[in-house]
Nanobody, 126 residues
Framework: QVQLVESGGGLVQAGGSLRLSCAAS????????MGWFRQAPGKEREFVAG????????GYADSVKGRFTISRDNAENAVYLQMNSLKPEDTAVYYC???????????????????WGQGTQVTVSS
């Protein structure tokens, strides 16, 4: 069992930056693939970024590629999402998620994730 707690959300102007953090409990965190998802009002939850258990491979949605960076620190049981050049369309609740299946590639499919945090709100003003 893994518990995930996101933090770092807030209100920022367009063009600004935020760094989201996800703190995980559990001794097996280092074996999980991790991902960040987001859900805007009236829209489905969508994949943002994913990272393998080792941190060696990452993947991004086209909409955030080049602006967002996912990373992890297995010693600290944490995963991060650095968000730069934020746009109003990035406004959403951001969730981190964990996938128990060990994989050498980032996991893009929302259905593959087993554990979810409660989310943190990111609002980008124009």
């Amino acid at each position: 069992q893994v518990q995930l707690v996101e933090s770092g959300g807030g209100l920022v102007q367009a063009g600004g930056s935020l760094r989201l953090s996800c703190a995980a409990s559990g001794r097996t965190f280092s074996s999980y693939a991790m991902g960040w998802f987001r859900q805007a009002p009236g829209k489905e939850r969508e994949f943002v970024a994913g990272i393998t258990w080792s941190g060696g491979n990452t993947g991004y949605a086209d909409s955030v590629k080049g602006r967002f960076t996912i990373s992890r620190d297995n010693a600290e049981n944490a995963v991060y999402l650095q968000m730069n050049s934020l746009k109003p369309e990035d406004t959403a609740v951001y969730y981190c998620a964990a996938d128990r299946v060990i994989s050498g590639t980032p996991v893009f499919d929302i259905a593959e994730y087993d554990y979810w945090g409660q989310g943190t709100q990111v609002t980008v003003s124009s």
